[in-house]
T-cell receptor
């Protein structure tokens, strides 16, 4: 089955710890994206990658880091510098930047 | 950046009723996406519609790009239609090209 997978579905961490969220796609898409959603809100872009070994900051990149070493994978690290990390994180991909985006099932991160 | 406004913010329907959701955007766009976010948080692609009208079963969408709005029609609503409906438009150029800007969503509740 083609699609986008995110793991884990739920993640709990203590304040001060870094945590890495996984995003994998087998759609052969060049572009990948990370969005954050807070309760009752739309999505906001954290980072995006147009192609392997390239990535750009989105609107709310502070406290986050990414890598894009493989076309299929775009992991997101939430660092201890992120002031309000508790949120729902969604990964997306598209054939190339600007094309229709498809979303994974999301990871709910809770930091206490 | 581009602004996206959705209306109404909340909509409550009886099963079988029809409804129209609206999305206004502040600048020219070269495409627009409608999504349904189910109770588990998954974003389901409904339409990718830069202009014109598309239909998919009981749902249809119309985008009038020159007047900067899009409409999503839901006919004969069912309880499974409940959830949040988002429209999103991409940046057409410059920084964060292809980044989707989301509206705040319309929360639809369909009662049996």
């Amino acid at each position: 089955d083609g699609g986008i997978t995110q793991s884990p579905k739920y993640l709990f961490r203590k304040e001060g710890q870094n945590v890495t969220l996984s995003c994998e796609q087998n759609l052969n898409h060049d572009a990948m994206y990370w969005y954050r959603q807070d309760p009752g809100q739309g999505l906001r872009l954290i980072y995006y990658s147009q192609i392997v070994n390239d990535f750009q900051k989105g609107d709310i990149a502070e406290g986050y880091s990414v890598s894009r070493e493989k076309k299929e994978s775009f992991p997101l690290t939430v660092t201890s510098a992120q002031k309000n990390p508790t949120a729902f994180y969604l990964c997306a991909s598209s054939i190339s930047t600007g094309d229709e985006q498809y979303f994974g099932p999301g990871t709910r991160l809770t930091v206490t | 950046g581009i602004q996206v406004e959705q209306s109404p913010p909340d909509l409550i329907l009886q099963e079988g009723a029809n409804s129209t959701l609206r999305c206004n955007f502040s600048d020219s766009v070269n495409n627009l996406q409608w999504f349904h976010q189910n109770p588990w948080g998954q974003l389901i692609n409904l339409f990718y519609i830069p202009s014109g009208t598309k239909q998919n079963g009981r749902l249809s969408a119309t985008t009038v790009a020159t007047e900067r709005y899009s409409l999503l029609y839901i006919s004969s609503s069912q309880t499974t239609d409940s959830g949040v409906y988002f429209c999103a438009v991409p940046n057409a150029g410059g920084t964060s090209y292809g980044k989707l800007t989301f509206g705040q969503g319309t929360i639809l509740t369909v009662h049996p």
